[in-house]
């Protein structure tokens, strides 16, 4: 008896997937969305105190920016590099990974890991796996924007 | 001729072949589970002084083998094969273990069905003649695995609630024709399995058919009843692979709830935070190597079925739109004693 698992249960792929959904455990969406909601405004309000303060000291708005986000990438990698990011965004989730917290923390954790392979082989070309597809993609839609803009 | 072929998976071990001496050598976590006992040797972190979590999984590797090894009074020289396989690429920490033997060496690959597809092929040989013992081995490390399958172990992705997690540890066994009485009856090998899953992060779907399905070759071909056996373990499907698996069954007139069990959902306590269970060649090798090995040796149990499951996840292929198929081998265990 040499018979497809199709044919075994009687079961066709459509089908199974559909079993595969039910019995899939349902993500806690709420206790999520208000994790990484609390999260990700508690990053920005710290942003916009850095920007307070830099403004304060003489810079403008748009020049502050620039620390701001320097900072925040220390903290990420920072963070990343104790161990501690992956542990607080097991619960933040989206709240820590989509401000450039995550950003940061994609491109320290590459470069940490694939250390054992050298500098040049492993941190060099490893570090951007994650975000080299952000940094792309970002460069070539401000490219073709900023093309647009100066068109019109 | 001495295994006699039963169906197309099914073969009798007629000449005995014995699972004889095991080594479980596992990771801190799997240390805090409920088989720790079980373990030969907990290891308290997971680089063990190496420089990185592959050079640190083939010591684990060998530590098995030596101690499988020692326990049986055997040098390496005594054994006929070392037949090995493991998770990662080139199935490199299985093939530098092998240096460490100088007897000929098969590398084989069933993904985390390693355990199983070991036994399987070393009690053909053995029982077909061709050799009086054979040293087996496969390990699992949920960083070295990690790190070659997703993301970088610091990576701060949030997990899904069906994930698994790849258990760290190292089993291996020595299998002789004279040293009971735990035998090898029965080996079922299975075939590739594929009911379209393409979700890396959710294997347990994709090899519970593939499980189900070898259950059902190794039931009509052996015309044994699940009722027969004491325990039936799967790999590593996990708690929603399991389930499916048991509705899987239940289609086709099996009832196997009460019997049978996951290794991956045996390998840690819910407070882990696990997600699904276990996954990765050691669930099966640490739990079947260790826990099981000691009840059927002790008669604690007398007849086992273990079902290690395998995905054949390629990331290349995943990302090329591929489905994920998936394969699982049975081998039954049965101590003599008790006939």
Same mark, same amino acid.
């Given at each position: 008896?040499?018979?497809?698992?199709?044919?075994?249960?009687?079961?066709?792929?459509?089908?199974?997937?559909?079993?595969?959904?039910?019995?899939?455990?349902?993500?806690?969406?709420?206790?999520?969305?208000?994790?990484?909601?609390?999260?990700?405004?508690?990053? $920005?309000?710290?942003?916009?105190?850095? &920007?307070?303060? *830099?403004? +304060?000291?003489?810079? !403008?708005?748009?020049? $502050?920016?620039?620390?701001?986000?320097? &900072?925040?990438? *220390?903290? +990420?990698?920072?963070? !990343?590099?104790?161990g501690v990011f992956d542990k607080i965004s097991h619960y933040t989730g989206a709240g820590t990974a989509i401000p450039v917290t995550g950003f940061a923390n994609s491109i320290t954790s590459a470069a940490l890991e694939f250390k054992k392979e050298g500098l040049v082989t492993g941190v060099g070309s490893k570090m951007f796996v994650l975000a080299g597809s952000v940094i792309v993609f970002g460069v070539v839609t401000a490219l073709i924007i900023g093309v647009i803009s100066a068109i019109i | 001729m001495s295994a006699a072929k039963n169906g197309a998976h099914t073969f009798s071990i007629e000449k005995p072949v014995y699972l004889s001496f095991t080594g479980a050598i596992a990771g801190p976590k799997e240390g805090k589970g409920p088989l720790a006992p079980d373990y030969d040797v907990v290891k308290q972190d997971l680089k063990l002084g190496q420089k990185s979590f592959e050079k640190a999984e083939r010591m684990m590797m060998?530590?098995?083998?030596?101690?499988?090894?020692?326990?049986?009074?055997?040098?390496?020289?005594?054994?006929?094969?070392?037949?090995?396989?493991?998770?990662?690429?080139?199935?490199?920490?299985?093939?530098?273990?092998?240096?460490?033997?100088?007897?000929?060496?098969?590398?084989?690959?069933?993904?985390?069905?390693?355990?199983?597809?070991?036994?399987?092929?070393?009690?053909?040989?053995?029982?077909?003649?061709?050799?009086?013992?054979?040293?087996?081995?496969?390990?699992?490390?949920?960083?070295?695995?990690?790190?070659?399958?997703?993301?970088?172990?610091?990576?701060?992705?949030?997990?899904?609630?069906?994930?698994?997690?790849?258990?760290?540890?190292?089993g291996a066994a020595v299998i002789t024709a004279d040293v009971p009485p735990v035998r090898i009856t029965t080996v079922t090998l299975g075939e590739l399995a594929d009911l379209g899953m393409r979700d890396p992060a959710c294997?347990?779907?994709?090899?519970?058919?593939?499980?189900?399905?070898?259950?059902?070759?190794?039931?009509?071909?052996?015309?044994?009843?699940?009722?027969?056996?004491?325990?039936?373990?799967?790999?590593?499907?996990?708690?929603?692979?399991?389930?499916?698996?048991?509705?899987l069954l239940f289609r086709r007139g099996y009832n196997v709830g009460d019997i049978y069990n996951d290794c991956g959902t045996m390998i840690y306590y819910p407070h882990q935070q696990v997600n699904s269970g276990g996954s990765g060649c050691a669930a099966s090798a640490l739990v079947?190597?260790?826990?099981?090995?000691?009840?059927?040796?002790?008669?604690?149990?007398?007849?086992?079925?273990?079902?290690?499951?395998?995905?054949?996840?390629?990331?290349?292929?995943?990302?090329?739109g591929d489905s994920i198929p998936a394969l699982a081998y049975a081998v039954s265990l049965e101590n003599e004693t008790s006939q």
């Open positions: 008896m040499s018979k497809k698992v199709e044919d075994i249960f009687e079961i066709s792929s459509d089908e199974y997937q559909q079993m595969v959904e039910q019995k899939k455990p349902r993500p806690p969406l709420g206790k999520n969305l208000l994790l990484a909601f609390l999260s990700g405004g508690f990053l $920005a309000l710290v942003g916009q105190l850095i &920007i307070n303060f *830099f403004t +304060g000291l003489g810079f !403008t708005p748009s020049e $502050a920016a620039d620390p701001m986000v320097a &900072i925040f990438i *220390f903290l +990420g990698a920072l963070a !990343t590099g104790l | 060998k530590e098995a083998c030596d101690l499988a090894l020692s326990k049986g009074n055997y040098r390496p020289e005594d054994l006929d094969y070392f037949i090995a396989g493991d998770l990662l690429n080139q199935i490199t920490v299985s093939g530098y273990s092998a240096l460490n033997y100088p007897i000929p060496f098969l590398g084989i690959y069933g993904a985390c069905a390693n355990l199983t597809q070991s036994m399987g092929l070393g009690a053909l040989l053995i029982s077909g003649g061709y050799g009086e013992r054979a040293l087996l081995a496969t390990s699992s490390h949920n960083c070295s695995a990690e790190r070659q399958y997703r993301y970088p172990t610091e990576y701060g992705f949030q997990k899904p609630c069906h994930a698994q997690w790849t258990v760290t540890g190292a294997l347990g779907t994709a090899m519970a058919p593939a499980a189900a399905a070898a259950m059902v070759y190794h039931f009509e071909e052996t015309g044994r009843d699940p009722s027969f056996y004491d325990a039936i373990v799967s790999g590593d499907l996990g708690q929603v692979g399991k389930e499916l698996a048991i509705d079947v190597l260790g826990n099981l090995f000691r009840r059927l040796s002790q008669g604690e149990i007398n007849r086992a079925l273990v079902v290690a499951t395998g995905a054949m996840h390629s990331p290349t292929a995943c990302l090329q």
